[in-house]
């Protein structure tokens, strides 16, 4: 079996023979599936009326479990945004009605930020055919091979971690 990797790896290694071209055989690959992933992503939000910032928002409070609320700096953790942009991302999400702002009862001058049950169904539908799409993507793998590729791709990541 072969794929466009493997043509564009044998022209470099024909030009610049030295080469070691491992990483060109596994980047090149995983930056071909990333586009594939992005475009799945895409519609499987597009078709749950979310846009990708949205479900990275509602997942978190979703994975928060329930009652499906967060604290903003909380939410910042999950999602890697900056506060600024937190504050208008709830503002949208609350706007649309998929969260709404609760005042903190540990802190006074905090709020939390919970899951709306239309949240919930926006986020839960779209995760649903992300994972459909997802596993679409891996059926070629049989289980074992699935378990032994995301170990090696945890590999790869913990030291960014």
């Known amino acids: 079996m072969r794929d466009e990797v493997d043509e564009l790896s044998e022209a470099w290694a024909r030009e610049l023979p030295e080469l070691d071209l491992a990483p060109v055989a596994v980047f090149s690959r995983l930056s071909r599936l990333s586009r594939h992933l992005d ?72 709020v939390l930020v919970r899951l709306t049950p239309e949240g919930k169904t926006a986020v839960d539908g779209a995760f649903r055919a992300l994972l459909d799409a997802e596993a679409g993507f891996l059926a070629e793998l049989t289980p074992r091979q699935q378990t032994e590729l995301a170990g090696l791709l945890r590999k790869l990541l913990v030291p960014f971690s």
């Open 39 to 110: 475009l799945a992503r895409r519609e499987a939000f597009t078709t749950h009326g979310v846009e990708s910032w949205e479900f990275d928002v509602l997942a978190a409070l979703r994975r928060a479990g329930s009652p499906y609320e967060l604290s903003p700096g909380r939410l910042l953790r999950e999602t890697l945004v900056t506060s600024g942009t937190m504050t208008n991302r709830v503002d949208r999400l609350a706007a649309r009605g998929f969260v709404e702002r609760y005042p903190d009862p540990e802190d006074r001058r905090g």
